[in-house]
């Protein structure tokens, strides 16, 4: 095998890795009693949505906002989906599994390893590019719950009440605002069956 081959190769098994996540669902919706939650896939690639959007409004680059967003949660091919309260319980070391994302881009060609460990060193605890891709990842959970409670899932408004204190940017807390204004107006229904 050439070393070309050989790159491309780890490059192939990490894309049908990263597969896994459309099978891998996420834990903490089976407390609440939903038989098929959403996979850790389809979270990935609404936060990575939320996470462009937020980054134009808070003045961050979006695509490398979007990008660190849909790849935030890689490691759980091989960790599963660990829930909040899972984690309280585990000492992770940091909030991405780095060891487990390491072991991850060690066979991608050297230039996506490059570009890969680049864009997992951008959000450190605390700073602002941070705290949007944080912000995407609860918005998204709260746009889920609110979902899962129309669909008549009972407990999610805790979910949703514990998770808005979380926002921490002007955008993030404004969807948050809007979307309980909504609620307690009795008009939610207008934004989630955007279709009719």
Excluded at 21 to 33: A, F, I, N, S, V
Excluded at 92 to 111: C, F, H, M, R, T
Excluded at 113 to 138: I, Q, S, W
Aim: proline content about 4%; overall charge negative; aromatic content about 10%.
């Amino acid at each position: 095998m050439t070393p070309e081959e050989e790159n491309l190769s780890g490059l192939v098994e990490f894309i049908f890795e990263l597969g896994q996540l459309k099978r891998t669902p996420r834990t903490g919706w089976l407390k609440l009693g939903i038989k098929q939650p959403e996979t850790v896939a389809d979270h990935s690639f609404r936060t990575a949505a939320i996470g462009f959007l937020l980054a134009e409004m808070e003045g961050y680059d979006p695509y490398q906002v979007a990008g660190y967003c849909l790849f935030h949660d890689a490691a759980e091919t091989r960790t599963g989906d660990l829930d909040w309260l899972a984690q309280e319980y585990l000492d992770k070391g940091d909030y991405l599994s780095s060891e487990v994302i390491e072991d991850q881009l060690a066979n991608l060609p050297d230039q996506l390893n490059g570009a890969m460990e680049e864009l997992y060193e951008c959000p450190k605890e605390g700073n602002e590019f941070h705290k949007v891709a944080r912000d995407a990842d609860l918005l998204d959970l709260i746009f889920q719950a609110i979902f899962y409670g129309k669909s008549g899932t009972e407990g999610v408004q805790s979910w949703i009440d514990n998770t808005t204190p979380m926002l921490s940017t002007d955008s993030g807390q404004a969807i948050a605002n809007l979307l309980q204004q909504r609620h307690q107006e009795g008009t939610l229904d207008e934004l989630i069956r955007w279709w009719e």
